[in-house]
């Protein structure tokens, strides 16, 4: 193991744990896992593929029973990426982000005078997308499902019927209280207790029927119908905009996946209207060009190494990224090693570089809360899923639709408003990202799989919103190159750079007084006061005999659960 920072948070619970001298292991399972934000979304999981359920079936049976004990982001009324890797190897992905309501136009976020309407995109009626989640799980499941999708919704039912609080759920509906009071026409069941508390039993018997619907009807359960009539009640005592016919639209995208080779491992990601995947790959190709093994982790040499080459990608993905269903992306001449070559002869290890005079790279083309989550699963017979999800900020847009117990999103503030000013995350965007009817949003969602020697070698993402992808890409490397365990890998301390602002975002205690005054003597300016923790990452290892080792990010109470 190379010298490193040992994790800096205390690791509070595992299923099961085991410990060697040098490496601290996560849950080690025979041949399946699920690894999620909530222990029992990942039992609801691991469950189903005890009962001969595939990760599919499993992936559709976490997703639903998240959208009842993880609120905050697990999600009906949202939308998010699955990436798949089956056991001979074949990948696909599945696109089911929300997109604009067929009303929506370029400048719905403008006042008369141009200027962006502060909250519009980001609270309330107006910043929802049309949810893609419940399209995602039923044409997944209707390609690669093995067992009857009524059986994969049950276990959330039962948990709709009510389930027990932990401690950081409790706070979480606590701190939240007063938004939801603010963003509802109704009390929401979440303000019917004044001060929650770890045990707590919580009951959402709205969205038990809602469930029941699904379970019965797939998306007719949902785009149609009664729960269709319930949401866009919910728009018009709003004025909001989304319509039946808006729902009824509605499809999953079968995508490629981006993929590319780092070092001697192969990876799988996800393509736009993501960005994950490009900006990881642009990322990951600049900086295959230094000795990164040569570099002590979290050390001035290798920070300044990833701070300047995700400067460059995401001053990029500013640039032209969209839906590529609406722009074309020059996803070629992006991940072209000349390009990205080049792109970094403009960096020295003397002094940093300034992202005010980067800017996007490419030349002759035509331009053409923060809060989500992830969850990693693998089979009893090698199928591999990475699935990321989200409403965007905690509780989306904090609607609740009235008569269905599940919040909207607020994916829209995902599109750039207008070019050049940032949005709730701090990016900024430009003409490729711009709101049109039916386009979906540019995310940074990152589910990845990663392949060693043509095997299933990871399963990784995480929330954070533009954070994701530089998580993703410390996990990788943290395994990859500082030969850490799956949960040493994402407990480890993270940082992030995104072009603009132009800072590292550090979380508290990952770098010490001396390395932050020799980044400082760079030039480098440096947060970390602002992030108590970047990403929540939940991963699987396949370890060189064939078991699974989870990693749950201690940061939460993201949990594996395995057989
Ligand atoms: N809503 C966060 C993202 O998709 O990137």
Redesign the pocket.
Same mark, same amino acid.
């Given at each position: 193991m190379k010298k490193y920072f040992l994790p800096f948070i205390v690791l509070t619970f595992f299923i099961q744990c085991k410990t060697t001298p040098q490496h601290k292991q996560g849950l080690v399972t025979d041949k399946a896992m699920v690894v999620s934000a909530n222990p029992l979304a990942s039992q609801v999981g691991a469950a189903i593929m005890k009962q001969g359920g595939n990760a599919i079936d499993a992936m559709v049976a976490t997703h639903f029973a998240l959208a009842v004990v993880y609120p905050q982001a697990g999600n009906i009324g949202g939308g998010g990426f699955m990436v798949y890797r089956d056991s001979t190897g074949k990948s696909i992905a599945l696109d089911f982000r929300e997109k604009a309501p067929l009303s929506a136009s370029r400048d719905m976020y403008l006042d008369s005078l141009g200027n962006v309407i502060a909250g519009k995109s980001s609270v309330g009626i107006f910043s929802v997308g049309v949810p893609g989640s419940v399209a995602g799980m039923v044409e997944a499941h209707k390609k690669y499902g093995k067992l009857p999708f009524k059986k994969l919704i049950e276990p959330a039912i039962t948990l709709a019927k009510g389930y027990k609080l932990t401690q950081k759920d409790a706070n979480l509906f606590n701190e939240f209280r007063v938004r939801f009071e603010d963003n509802n026409r109704f009390k929401t069941i979440y303000q019917s207790k004044l001060n929650w508390k770890k045990g707590d039993e919580i009951k959402n018997p709205n969205l038990v029927k809602i469930l029941e619907r699904i379970a019965e009807q797939g998306n007719a359960g949902f785009y149609e119908g009664e729960t269709a009539q319930l949401l866009v009640d919910e728009m018009q005592a709003h004025e909001g905009i989304m319509t039946l016919e808006d729902l009824k639209q509605y499809k999953a995208i079968w995508r490629k996946p981006i993929t590319f080779d780092y070092k001697d491992l192969h990876i799988i990601s996800m393509s736009p209207p993501s960005s994950g995947g490009i900006t990881l790959a642009e990322i990951m190709k600049m900086i295959a060009n230094y000795p990164l093994e040569t570099y002590d982790f979290q050390s001035l040499k290798q920070i300044q190494v990833l701070v300047e080459a995700e400067r460059r990608a995401y001053a990029d993905r500013a640039e032209y990224l969209g839906d590529p269903d609406f722009v074309k992306i020059p996803v070629e001449a992006l991940l072209a090693q000349e390009y990205l070559k080049k792109r970094m002869q403009s960096f020295s290890f003397d002094k940093a570089s300034s992202s005010t005079e980067i800017g996007a790279g490419l030349e002759k083309l035509p331009h053409e809360s923060m809060e =989500?989550t992830h969850y990693s699963i693998v089979d009893a017979s090698g199928n591999a899923i990475s699935v990321t999800t =989200?409403l965007?900020s905690y509780f989306g847009s904090k609607v609740m639709v009235k008569g269905a117990g599940f919040f909207l999103n607020n994916?829209m503030d995902?599109f750039s408003a207008k070019p050049g000013v940032p949005n709730l995350y701090g990016l900024v965007g430009n003409e490729a990202n711009s709101i049109a009817p039916e386009k979906r949003m540019l995310?940074?969602?990152t589910p990845t799989i990663v392949e060693k020697n043509d095997k299933l070698f990871m399963v990784v993402g995480t929330p954070g919103?533009s954070t994701?992808i530089t998580s993703v890409l410390q996990t990788i490397l943290n395994v990859s190159t500082y030969e850490m365990s799956m949960q040493e890998a994402v407990d480890a301390p993270r940082f992030h750079h995104q072009w603009l602002p132009d800072i590292i975002k550090v979380e508290p205690q990952a770098f010490s007084d001396d390395l932050i005054k020799k980044l400082e003597e760079k030039g480098y300016k440096i947060d970390n006061t602002n992030a108590p923790v970047i990403g929540k990452v939940d991963a699987i290892l396949v370890l060189p005999n064939g078991k699974l080792e989870a990693g749950a990010d201690s940061r939460g109470d993201d949990t594996g659960a395995g057989f």
């Amino acid at each position: 193991m190379k010298k490193y920072f040992l994790p800096f948070i205390v690791l509070t619970f595992f299923i099961q744990c085991k410990t060697t001298p040098q490496h601290k292991q996560g849950l080690v399972t025979d041949k399946a896992m699920v690894v999620s934000a909530n222990p029992l979304a990942s039992q609801v999981g691991a469950a189903i593929m005890k009962q001969g359920g595939n990760a599919i079936d499993a992936m559709v049976a976490t997703h639903f029973a998240l959208a009842v004990v993880y609120p905050q982001a697990g999600n009906i009324g949202g939308g998010g990426f699955m990436v798949y890797r089956d056991s001979t190897g074949k990948s696909i992905a599945l696109d089911f982000r929300e997109k604009a309501p067929l009303s929506a136009s370029r400048d719905m976020y403008l006042d008369s005078l141009g200027n962006v309407i502060a909250g519009k995109s980001s609270v309330g009626i107006f910043s929802v997308g049309v949810p893609g989640s419940v399209a995602g799980m039923v044409e997944a499941h209707k390609k690669y499902g093995k067992l009857p999708f009524k059986k994969l919704i049950e276990p959330a039912i039962t948990l709709a019927k009510g389930y027990k609080l932990t401690q950081k759920d409790a706070n979480l509906f606590n701190e939240f209280r007063v938004r939801f009071e603010d963003n509802n026409r109704f009390k929401t069941i979440y303000q019917s207790k004044l001060n929650w508390k770890k045990g707590d039993e919580i009951k959402n018997p709205n969205l038990v029927k809602i469930l029941e619907r699904i379970a019965e009807q797939g998306n007719a359960g949902f785009y149609e119908g009664e729960t269709a009539q319930l949401l866009v009640d919910e728009m018009q005592a709003h004025e909001g905009i989304m319509t039946l016919e808006d729902l009824k639209q509605y499809k999953a995208i079968w995508r490629k996946p981006i993929t590319f080779d780092y070092k001697d491992l192969h990876i799988i990601s996800m393509s736009p209207p993501s960005s994950g995947g490009i900006t990881l790959a642009e990322i990951m190709k600049m900086i295959a060009n230094y000795p990164l093994e040569t570099y002590d982790f979290q050390s001035l040499k290798q920070i300044q190494v990833l701070v300047e080459a995700e400067r460059r990608a995401y001053a990029d993905r500013a640039e032209y990224l969209g839906d590529p269903d609406f722009v074309k992306i020059p996803v070629e001449a992006l991940l072209a090693q000349e390009y990205l070559k080049k792109r970094m002869q403009s960096f020295s290890f003397d002094k940093a570089s300034s992202s005010t005079e980067i800017g996007a790279g490419l030349e002759k083309l035509p331009h053409e809360s923060m809060e =989500t989550t992830h969850y990693s699963i693998v089979d009893a017979s090698g199928n591999a899923i990475s699935v990321t999800t =989200t409403l965007n900020s905690y509780f989306g847009s904090k609607v609740m639709v009235k008569g269905a117990g599940f919040f909207l999103n607020n994916e829209m503030d995902d599109f750039s408003a207008k070019p050049g000013v940032p949005n709730l995350y701090g990016l900024v965007g430009n003409e490729a990202n711009s709101i049109a009817p039916e386009k979906r949003m540019l995310s940074s969602m990152t589910p990845t799989i990663v392949e060693k020697n043509d095997k299933l070698f990871m399963v990784v993402g995480t929330p954070g919103g533009s954070t994701i992808i530089t998580s993703v890409l410390q996990t990788i490397l943290n395994v990859s190159t500082y030969e850490m365990s799956m949960q040493e890998a994402v407990d480890a301390p993270r940082f992030h750079h995104q072009w603009l602002p132009d800072i590292i975002k550090v979380e508290p205690q990952a770098f010490s007084d001396d390395l932050i005054k020799k980044l400082e003597e760079k030039g480098y300016k440096i947060d970390n006061t602002n992030a108590p923790v970047i990403g929540k990452v939940d991963a699987i290892l396949v370890l060189p005999n064939g078991k699974l080792e989870a990693g749950a990010d201690s940061r939460g109470d993201d949990t594996g659960a395995g057989f």
